[in-house]
């Protein structure tokens, strides 16, 4: 004869449950820490390649050049859309 449980998961509707919450947290716990450490990574490249750019005495780059740079970086997704409009506004004046 076969019970049919009515209501509430049993022990194991619970457990089930409980680990697919659980590897969803980690799911995406890890985007977060891969997308931060992706912008943590731009951002020191940028600061090297300003200290670099200021000890060799090139001259700045152009404003054509930076604003294909921070499109290069909204297009990887290191730049929001509301982060990218801020940088151009900062270099339009």
Same mark, same amino acid.
């Given at each position: 004869?076969?019970v &049919?449980?009515?209501?509430?998961? %049993?022990?194991?509707? *619970?457990?089930? &449950?409980?680990?697919v919450v659980? @590897? *969803?947290? $980690?799911? *995406? =716990?890890?985007?977060?820490?891969?997308? !931060?450490?992706?912008r943590? #990574? #731009?951002q !020191?490249?940028?600061?090297?390649?300003e &200290? #670099? =750019? !200021?000890s060799? @005495?090139?001259? =700045?780059?152009?404003? @054509?050049? !930076?604003?294909? #740079?921070?499109a290069?970086?909204? $297009?990887? %997704?290191v730049? *929001?859309?509301?982060?990218l =409009? $801020?940088?151009k506004?900062r270099l339009? @004046?």
């Amino acid at each position: 004869m076969l019970v &049919r449980r009515f209501g509430r998961p %049993g022990l194991l509707g *619970t457990i089930a &449950r409980t680990a697919v919450v659980a @590897g *969803t947290a $980690s799911v *995406t =716990a890890n985007a977060v820490n891969r997308r !931060q450490q992706a912008r943590a #990574q #731009q951002q !020191q490249e940028a600061a090297a390649y300003e &200290r #670099q =750019a !200021q000890s060799s @005495g090139a001259a =700045a780059p152009s404003l @054509g050049d !930076q604003l294909e #740079q921070l499109a290069a970086l909204h $297009s990887a %997704g290191v730049l *929001t859309d509301a982060e990218l =409009a $801020s940088a151009k506004r900062r270099l339009l @004046g």
